[in-house]
């Protein structure tokens, strides 16, 4: 067997002197002068475990140091070798439980502990490559703005850079905090309007009255007010990209004007009568039905297939599987050094609450919470109680019978999907149902095969630009 490094740390009179000998034949030791100089042996030798021989007594556990060494590397597995004595200390009982891997009673079984490095230096190892892993895809994800490895982020991002090659407006469809603003401005970075603005607009958060006058600008003299003369935000987007959050918002005689817009790809500032030609991509987002919004004639219809020439669908959080995980351990590494914590990630407890959590706020809700657990937290791992999500699951909404339903049918293919590799035949086995089914299940929710070819998608867009793209697909 190949020698192996372990960190040696002594805390505390009345040691075991055999201790050295006994774990010497596996491994080389490195045996640290104090605890000044853990960090550094951490750094210089590559270790992945670590012993932690306490004296006779319990004062080692109160030593502030303790706690920085045991902080120093994420992945580094640490085993306490102590009196039996020492665990009637209540502080030595939780440091031990949250810090330590494992832990040895003196005197030493030599097998033993050999047993329970070995066990520890494999998991040290597994937790080192998952750190690995997920910075190189974080990395990836941060360089293109999104995060996440799932089947539905890999496509997404094909489908993002097919939409971006095409200069037609697109409405982007998903629930409130999913990514569409971050999704729109992908677009426009991929697109050849990278190099003009990209201004985004929420039309909600414009006032009735003055929204015509934001968009498309006005002239000096227009309205009392009306000093000098503004440029639109439609306008100041010229050879770049506009992105109308919240479209469904828009009062229905702005509809009208956005329509002309679209049409004649001209405006009129108010109070003007020049006729001013605009270079500019509409992206359109919104989180309500506009089908329903067109039914109840809160929405016109033709302004809607104007703005759905693509259409871009951002699915939840829930139906994102493992990117949750991920996602929030790239917010506790951004959010980590503004709140000055030595919090190191999330506890097995508080992985499970968040996957049992249904998420209403999506992204931008994961965000907050992990910004408050980073202050809440007393120790190094978050704990379920420091997400609050128990207090928040119990006031939410409860969906009927028909919207649980269907939510679970559309969760269980996408996943089915994912652990298919996108191959319908073994999805329609994972899921017990025939293809026939499967396909009118897919119609129903609106779900795209991941596995249709490429040049099949390239062709449909090439060709016909009014075909929508229907991506199950979602990003950070």
Known sequence: MEPRNLLYVEL??????????????????????????????????????????????????CNPQLHDFLFSAPHLKWVAVLQKSTLENVKARQMISQYFYDYHHLPVDSQRLQTVLGHAYGKAQLARQLIEDRAVKQQLGVKEGLIGDSAAIMGLRGQLKKVARVDTPILITGESGTGKELAANLIHQSSLRAAGPFIAVNCAALPANLIQAELFGYEKGAFTGAYKQKIGLIEAANTGTIFLDE??????DMQITLLRFLELHTIERVGGVESIPVDVRVIAATNVDLHRAIEQNMFREDLYYRLKVLHLHIPSLCQRGQDLEMLAHHFINKFR?????QIQGLSHSAVKTMYSYPWPGNI???MNNIRSAL????????????????RRAMRRFVRTLEEARATAE??????????AGSNITHAAEYLEISRGTLYRLMEKHAIEWPGKPVEDQDQTLDSNQHNDIDSDHSMN
Not at 337 to 341: A, E, F, K, Q, V
């Open 12 to 61: 505390g009179k009345g040691l075991d002197r055999d201790l050295l000998k006994t774990v010497s034949m596996n491994w080389v030791i490195h045996k640290a002068r104090d605890h000044h100089n853990v960090e550094t042996l951490i750094e210089e030798t590559c270790c992945d475990v670590g012993i932690v021989l306490f004296g006779d007594n319990s004062e080692g556990f």
């Open 247 to 252: 479209i469904g918002d828009l009062p229905p």
């Open 337 to 341: 050094d503004s709140n000055s914590t």
């Open 364 to 366: 931008r809700e994961l």
């Open 375 to 390: 202050v809440m937290s007393d120790g190094p791992l978050i704990m379920p109680e420091d997400l609050g999500l128990e």
């Open 410 to 419: 559309k969760a269980a293919i996408l996943n089915a999907f994912e652990n």
